[in-house]
């Protein structure tokens, strides 16, 4: 989704070109009616560079853009024989670009801390002791959505940035509800409040389930919304404990819809654009939720909003929330203390900040 600005942008300098995204089969959903993309090559699972390659030459591309910075993104550009080969001078793939930009003086990269990294960090003494962001230093310049954008400038791209963006008919939004008998917001009908407690990289961004648990509730309670659930197909187990939780505290049955692992991609997303907020850990839904226009909030752990929030910092009507500790942002998969990163964030500080958007 970081990606989409960049090409809008695209679409905006060349209006005529025909653009075609190289994606996960998985993402392909995602493009559907895009209005920055003619036509998706998909990556199907354990399909070599090699066959990728040979379906790009034969589109007989004038311009390769090689937006993730891993060596296969290039090489994938240079077996294709695209002449002219655009991407930053990571790693070693250098001699396969033929305009390798320099790495931006204000990117920032995601360090990894060390399990003794971060206990060092929480044991400073308190006059040296700094809120983990403060201390990392981070620009708003350093958002991934920058990095994008700078990279399309370079073939002659506005760089301002502008909102990520999907395409979701109402329609679509219409036959998604009616398939799971959801009723659409009305008059006689509940808010549709969205709710993505899992998070694939890892449990570091996971917010503790409970929390979120007695957020619905509370937020059920001044609301009477309807919560929707939703997982892969990984978090079903997940989510059903949250399902019973939510219920457990006093929710109705009826308020709570277990949605985990029964959509497809497309599904998803027209459900999130129903929706009048998702609550969500910092994961795929809710750079999605952000990208069709449907206000996020999000408790922060171990990653940076600063590089990867939805949108670009203070953009949007999102909510952002974190605990000022000094280890975070570690970007490790576990914590490797006491997760008080997230312990930090409280279930009435985030229920304020759903019901500040409804």
Not at 213 to 239: H, K, P, Y
Not at 288 to 317: Q, R
Request: proline share 9%; glycine share 8%.
């Amino acid at each position: 989704m970081m990606t989409t600005p960049a090409l809008l942008r695209l679409r905006e300098a060349f209006p005529h070109a025909h653009v075609s995204l190289v994606t996960p089969k998985k993402l392909a959903d995602l493009w559907l009616n895009h209005p920055a993309v003619d036509a998706v090559y998909l990556i199907r699972k354990e399909e070599s560079l090699w066959s990728i390659a040979r379906q790009l030459r034969e589109g007989c591309f004038d311009l390769g853009l090689a937006l993730p910075n891993s060596p296969r993104s290039a090489l994938e550009l240079w077996l294709a024989r695209i002449p002219h080969r655009v991407g930053y001078a990571a790693s070693w793939r250098r001699c396969w670009l033929t305009c390798a930009l320099p790495p931006r003086a204000s990117a920032v990269r995601m360090h990894k801390r060390s399990p003794a990294e971060v206990r060092r960090l929480i044991h400073e003494p308190r006059g040296q002791a700094r809120n983990g962001a403060a201390r990392a230093g981070i620009p708003p310049a350093a958002h991934h959505i920058q990095h994008y954008l700078h990279l399309v400038a370079a073939v002659g791209a506005n760089p301002e940035p502008i909102a990520p963006q999907l395409v979701v008919s109402p329609l679509e939004v219409e036959r998604a509800l009616c398939r799971f008998g959801i009723a659409p917001e009305g008059t006689q009908a509940p808010l549709l409040l969205g709710l993505n407690a899992g998070a694939e990289y890892g449990p570091a961004k996971r917010w503790p389930p409970e929390r979120f648990a007695a957020v619905a509730v509370a937020v059920q309670r001044r609301s009477r919304g309807q919560w929707l659930l939703f997982g892969s197909q990984g978090e079903i187990e997940l989510v059903n404990q949250l399902a019973g939780e939510i219920t457990r505290q006093g929710a109705p049955a009826a308020a709570v819809v277990n949605l985990a692992g029964q959509t497809t991609l497309r599904e998803l997303c027209a459900l999130l654009k129903g929706c009048r907020i998702l609550l969500t850990n910092d994961t795929g839904p809710m750079h999605v939720a952000a990208a069709l226009g449907t206000p996020v909030v999000v408790p922060f752990g171990s990653t940076a909003p600063e590089l990867t929030g939805p949108g670009l910092p203070g953009a949007g009507p999102h909510r952002l929330l974190r605990a000022p500790v000094p280890c975070a942002p570690c970007f490790r998969r576990e914590c490797p203390i006491d997760f008080r990163c997230m312990h930090g964030i409280s279930a009435e500080a985030v229920a304020d900040a759903v019901l500040s958007l409804l």
